[in-house]
């Protein structure tokens, strides 16, 4: 049988700390009143905390604005400088590595080919990523909050590859964050493509404040995941592998999957899928350029498989939306914007809603970031996540 457990005094104080930083970064420059409005914190808690940030240089202040009556009001911000992330993506012959700001904004970028990249080799490209990327902007060390990894597959705790990838072959149960973590001697974070992307969504794109939404992410080298927020939680299931839904069955008896079952979205949606349309048989060898050039040329094979996939992508909307409620769907991916777009056009019309009379403030299906970055910043988004985001979970941990 398992209990419910309280929290400790300091628990409540990271929480409440995540909270006012959360406020500011969703909703802009407030003052200490409209904090302690929003979060329901005494005025001189929200005071106590917002000194505190302010000497860690995560807030930053603006000029007092004068009021007609009372007090000036002194609006508080993200200060962009306050800290630091670094993002790593391993591609199959490239290793990346961007160090972004707190706001998101990309510092420097370093970009090295790897050949074969298993983790005998790649792993000393990324630690040489890491330390240049150091090295590249000038800024307070003691402020960089850690290195974020985004690779497609599933991973276990602690950031070890439950399930090689089929394009990152060698990788199967290797502790790619500890390992990481020894050479670099900082803070690493492991997550899937989809889920790294989500939370940069979150934190700096179009979900900036949505509670809940599904991020779907089309990936460059193939394949279709999910990242989920629910009610302001990152929802990763019980094994952290929920978003799989590239093997959601969507044509009974279909066409095969590398994973055995038949008719799985993967073999309708994924950008591979689209390079067998269009002839390009070799997508595996060309640079992520040389990809968005042939997308843009489109032609019969990319109608043809924006033709097909729209149904099986339309129905898979409707289930996410009956499963989990979201504010919205947001479609994002390595694919590039104008693809996206065509495809998000073709959505159209969705399925009924389970409520069609329920007025909507929200699209039902927004576009985010899409493009080559798309993973890498959001594997630099993660460290910031995992420093500034509320955690409900340290206020209620199960016992037993």
Request: charged share 20%; glycine share 10%; proline share 6%.
């Amino acid at each position: 049988m398992k209990a419910i457990s309280g929290t400790n005094l300091e628990q409540a104080k990271s929480h409440n700390r995540r909270v006012v930083i959360e406020a500011v970064r969703t909703n802009g420059p407030l003052s200490r009143a409209a904090i302690a409005r929003m979060t329901a914190l005494t005025a001189q808690t929200v005071s106590n905390i917002v000194e505190e940030l302010e000497r860690s240089h995560l807030l930053v202040a603006a000029k007092a604005q004068k009021l007609a009556r009372g007090q000036p009001i002194i609006p508080y911000s993200i200060n962009p400088h306050g800290a630091y992330s670094i993002g790593l993506e391993l591609g199959r012959q490239r290793a990346s590595g961007v160090l972004t700001d707190l706001s998101g904004g990309v510092c420097a970028r370093i970009e090295r080919h790897v050949e074969h990249p298993d983790p005998q080799r790649a792993m000393p490209v990324l630690q040489s990523i890491v330390e240049d990327l150091q090295q590249a902007f000038a800024f307070d060390r003691n402020r960089l909050l850690g290195v974020g990894m985004a690779l497609p597959g599933r991973y276990a705790d602690g950031g070890t590859t439950s399930l090689s990838p089929l394009n990152l072959p060698g990788w199967q149960g290797f502790p790619v964050g500890q390992e990481l973590e020894q050479r670099v001697k900082v803070p690493v974070l492991v997550e899937n493509d989809a889920t790294a992307a989500a939370i940069g969504e979150r934190l700096h794109g179009v979900a900036r404040g949505f509670a809940s939404f599904v991020y779907l992410f089309l990936a460059g080298g193939g394949g279709i995941g999910a990242g989920m927020f629910l009610d302001g939680h990152l929802y990763k299931g019980s094994r952290n592998n929920a978003g799989e839904i590239g093997h959601i069955i969507v044509e009974p008896h279909g066409k095969l999957c590398s994973c055995g079952k038949r008719g799985c979205l993967d073999r309708y949606i994924s950008l591979t899928v689209a390079y067998e349309f269009m002839g390009i048989a070799n997508a595996e060898e060309l640079s992520p350029d040389d990809l968005d050039a042939l997308v843009a040329k489109g032609g019969e094979g990319l109608d043809a498989w924006l033709d097909q996939a729209v149904q099986p992508l339309r129905q898979t909307v409707d289930f996410l939306e009956l499963a989990f409620d979201p504010q919205t769907i947001v479609l994002g991916g390595s694919i590039s914007t104008p693809l996206m777009q065509r495809l998000a056009e073709r959505l159209e019309p969705l399925h009924i809603p389970i409520d069609p009379s329920q007025k909507r403030t929200i699209p039902r299906v927004m576009i985010g970031m899409t493009g080559k970055d798309t993973a890498i910043l959001g594997a630099a988004a993660l460290p910031i996540f995992s420093e500034t985001n509320p955690r409900f979970d340290v206020l209620q941990k199960p016992l037993g």
